[in-house]
């Protein structure tokens, strides 16, 4: 393109206009009463359209469509009115008016578009555009590539501990190994620095920052600063598999952020995309440091490949299975944005803006019984809310239904034992001085880029102290 000679006339081919055009207009009070219509072939004209009209006419109370172009003497003005509500006046044309019959013909014509428009925005908002889904890199590297990498990564570590300069070297290093496609190059790191406790605890500190509180670079080179908070979410459902993306989420938006009061301009952004648990632990929530990223680029996270999952799933969903499920609703908002106390504060009113719209969202995809939604919390409160009161509350079903044969909670006793496919111990109830099992419970590690087992089992300890029920741990074993 080549700029406009200034004193030239306007030249170029446009294309033509719809023939009707409707849209609101503003003025210096805000946005207008009513709307507009232009009509852009001869007689061309622009006038003003209202609804909820009971201007009396003569098919008023017709059963079929039926309209009447009326004139006001009193106020010199022309009016097209219709029995579905709507009115059309101060009728301006460009051109020598038509007649009254003529332009009947074309209000009606602009009615019965009128209606299809609105069945459009109805359908659109029941049906949200789909959104790009990007499905995340887990692509494993060659073995002598991952050995390199785990080492470079903890050296880096070492040498930000004793030289606070390089620290800044070492985000940078874990930022680029959890956006990488293979998690085993963070997790065999930490692991490999358990006897270098200060060590572990800041390159692990560090993964964590990079998810709760990520800087997304934008293709212009502009910042934006983002903190991670989550909405911890509990289901049953009837069948097997357990579906990820909800695109009527997007909802949820504008009543978590009017809820929270976060300033009209400020960013809020609700995922779509649901984390389980077992989608958190299955990558150490590694996957959580590219909803910043995708979101900011206007797509929707997908930890798989969506037709394949979806498939999975339908599969699934023709099996009975009664599950419990325990996910984490994920949403981005502006740094600075949010304050706990002001949160707290909030949460109630956040609770009841946003379970209508959740439940909603979820039904339109997956069948569920029923649903329970817990107070937004930064990411790692979040996960950690969820998890222990997930895990206090089917202890507490499951230690109600074994001592209702017991007189007192006394005579039960808990043996755990670790189960690294569960994440968590299984705990079994049963009768102090028998082997026989009354009943069995999940108690589950909460999900992080590095599980804390032994604050697992300690959190378990305190809640059978209060309890006062005997607790005893069973070793693993593998043979």
Known sequence: MKPHPRNARIKGDPFVPNR??????????GLEPYEYIVHTEAPAFICRLVGNDNMPFAGREAEGFASAVLYDEAENITHYVCNSGLRMFDFNFMEEPPTAAALQRICDEAMALYERLNKAYAEREANPMQREMR???????????????????????????????AR???????????MGGDQAVFT?????????????????????GAIARPEVVRPDGSFASFEL??????????????????????????????????????????????????????????????????????????????????????????????????????????????????????????LDAAMPLVQQAISREMEYG????????????????GVRAWNRKRLGLTVAIAASSLASLRELEAVAEYQPELQGYDV????????EIIARTPWLVVPDVA??????????????????IALSEQQTRWH
């Open 451 to 468: 599980s804390d087992r032994q604050a697992c089992w300690q959190d378990l300890v305190d809640c059978m102290q209060e309890a006062g």
């Open 168 to 178: 800044m070297q070492l985000t940078a290093a874990v930022q680029q190994v959890l």
């Open 20 to 29: 009707f055009i409707f849209g609101d207009a503003v003025d210096d009070k």
């Open 428 to 435: 079994a109830l049963r009768r102090s001085q028998s082997k």
């Open 229 to 350: 908070w989550a909405l911890p979410l509990a289901f049953s459902r009837a069948k097997g598999g357990v579906w990820w993306h909800y695109p009527l989420m997007e909802r949820v938006e504008v009543a978590l952020a009017d809820a929270l009061e976060v300033p009209e301009k400020s960013i809020l952004w609700v995922s779509p995309t649901i984390f389980t648990l077992d989608m958190l632990n299955e990558r150490a929530c590694q996957s959580l440091v590219h909803l910043a990223p995708i979101m900011d680029a206007g797509c929707d996270f997908a930890p798989a490949d969506p037709e394949a999952s979806r498939a999975t799933f339908e599969a699934a969903d023709q099996t009975p299975d009664a599950q419990l499920v325990l996910a984490w609703i994920p949403f981005l908002a502006e740094r600075g944005v949010l304050g706990h106390e002001q949160v707290r504060k909030l949460s109630r009113k956040a």
């Open 188 to 208: 065999e790191a930490q692991l490999g620095l358990l006897a270098e406790a200060p060590v572990r605890e800041l390159l692990v500190e560090t993964a964590r």
């Open 135 to 165: 499905v995340i890199p887990t692509e494993p590297l060659p073995p002598a590539e991952r050995q390199a990498a785990i080492v470079g990564l903890m050296d880096k570590a070492r040498e930000a501990l004793a030289e606070p300069m």
């Open 370 to 385: 029923e649903a329970e939604l817990f107070a937004p919390l930064p990411i790692w409160d979040a996960l950690e809310a």
